[in-house]
């Protein structure tokens, strides 16, 4: 059973520093991953999707690696600023079926 | 282009009272999904159509919950009767397939429901 963990559930940084959110899965067996961002009271935001013959995707100041072989994923934001205070979620695509398995997320705080 | 659209925003409702949520997938979306998402976790899948049919219904819990999606374009998720532990907010998306290729999910703002 595909399980996604994320550490830590939450965090607090300065703003300008450059951050690393980790998600890690227990079967490297997926077709895609995607990170996702929530802000409080709202739905999903899709940032970044990798494909499972990809390495890394970059949009804007953030970039998201993927490591099957040792089912690890990170999430890198450049210079972070306080409009990137939000929860940040992975999710996985274990078959080719379109049910995505999620992690808990990582609440991220930026102070000005 | 117009995102996934869902109504009621929020909605309370006491126990062993039904309720329905609405979503409007992005046009041209032949899969949907309706997720689960409680409170401090991640969104949970209850139900996958693919144009109208239902491909996956596993996780939904069919003696209260039953979902449609005629014509294969809006779908309605209702409760009936809602429990204390249904309190949750619940997120529609889409998506062009469900193949990988396909398979970047675009959602709603999601319908917030309290059981008192």
């Known amino acids: 059973k595909q399980e996604v963990t994320q550490i830590p559930a939450a965090l607090s940084v300065p703003e300008g520093e450059n951050l690393v959110l980790n998600c890690s899965f227990t079967?490297?067996?997926?077709?895609?991953l995607q990170w996702f961002r929530q802000d409080p009271g709202k739905g999903l935001t899709s940032l970044l999707l990798i494909q499972s013959s990809q390495r890394e995707q970059t949009s804007g100041r953030l970039n998201a690696s993927l490591d099957k072989s040792s089912g690890r994923s990170t999430l890198y934001i450049a210079a972070s600023q306080p409009g990137d205070s939000a929860t940040y979620l992975c999710a996985v695509l274990p078959g080719n079926t379109g049910k995505l398995i999620f992690g808990q997320g990582t609440t991220l705080q930026v102070k000005p | 282009e117009a995102g996934v659209a869902q109504s009621p925003r929020y909605k309370i409702i006491e126990k062993r009272q039904s309720v329905a949520f609405w979503c409007n997938p992005i046009s041209g979306h032949a899969t949907l999904y309706w997720y689960q998402q409680i409170l401090g976790q991640g969104p949970k899948l209850l139900i996958q159509?693919?144009?109208?049919?239902?491909?996956?219904d596993s996780q939904l819990p069919k003696d209260r919950f039953s979902a449609e999606r005629l014509k294969g374009v809006d779908s309605t998720l209702k409760i009936q009767p809602a429990k204390l532990e249904d309190s949750a907010v619940y997120l529609c998306?889409?998506?062009?397939?469900?193949?990988?290729?396909?398979?970047?999910?675009?959602f709603g703002p999601g319908t917030r429901l309290t059981v008192l």
């Open positions: 159509f693919q144009n109208n049919g239902v491909v996956d």
């Open positions: 998306a889409s998506s062009l397939g469900r193949e990988s290729s396909y398979n970047e999910q675009f």
């Open positions: 079967d490297s067996a997926i077709y895609n």
